[in-house]
């Protein structure tokens, strides 16, 4: 009996030494905006819970999340469901009209309601919205080059509706804010002639936090962060060591974009950026609000 009321003082002692490990962090981080993109790869059924659940808290205690999620995993389950394949350029997919009612269905219906669900049944008010409501993202159609050794000059590569942020009108993000909301967005873009981009999840959230003037961009994905060729977590890189990691190699697939909008959003002024596994249960509380970094910070300098 003693032995358990002591074992109990020590878990009682433990949780009040974290609760006040994390108040210089909510004091310094009261009333700031923290962009959080919430890729597809990190969204298992255990990882999005405690996700919604580490969003609420952040609201609870004054900072003012805005998610931007993803859904790469969920909308390529789809396709081939449908008998299609999904095919990458660049860590781009290569989005045909067909392939675009899928992507509008699975990230502005199934995956944008299901986290805004969570964050509301976990005591957030979270409100869903692609691009296209509030006119919130302008998007404009984007060609890939590619170097090819018979031509002189670089290849431009059509991948459909694919498009890049061209304006991003935040009126409607900051109403939901200040109304105690917690912004939930899919990264699809309308385009001038009235069309659906399919937009990488990456560089919204990347012109989100520029736009938005926000105090971090965190990124969520399926590894612990940036990793050098022997897999050893990378942190505090300058631009040019990331250019280097992306021409070498090291940096490859969906971490290419990954990495260009942290670059952009750095250049744009966004203070600092971390990109950590969002499988981690509490990721987020972890990474904000405790003493122990978990993934690559990259900051401005
Ligand atoms: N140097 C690197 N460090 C870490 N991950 C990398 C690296 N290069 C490529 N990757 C790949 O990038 C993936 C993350 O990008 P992506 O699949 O687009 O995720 P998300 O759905 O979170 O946007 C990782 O799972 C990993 O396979
Ligand atoms: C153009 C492009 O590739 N768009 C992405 C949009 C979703 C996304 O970015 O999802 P993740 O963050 O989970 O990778 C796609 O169609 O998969």
Redo the contacts with the bound molecule.
Sequence with gaps: MKKQESLQQQTAQEIAHVLTEALPYIQRFTGKTMVVKF???AMTDEATTSFARDIVLLKLVGINPVIVH????Q?GDLLKRLGKTSE?IQ???V?DAETMDV?EMV?GGQVNKEIVNLINRHGGRAVGLTGKDGDLIRARKIFLKQNSPEANAPELIDLGH?GEVESIDASVVDMLVHGDFIPVIA?IGVGEDGRSY?????LVAGKMAEVLKAEKLILLTNAPGILDKDGELLTGLSLAELDALIADGTIHG?MIPKTQCVMDALKGGVSSVHIIDGRVEHAVLLELLTDQGIGTLLLRR
């Design positions: 890729g597809g790869n993803g859904g790469g995993p909308i990458f860590g781009m997919r989005t992507v990230l694919v990264p399919n937009i990488n999840a990456d969906g």
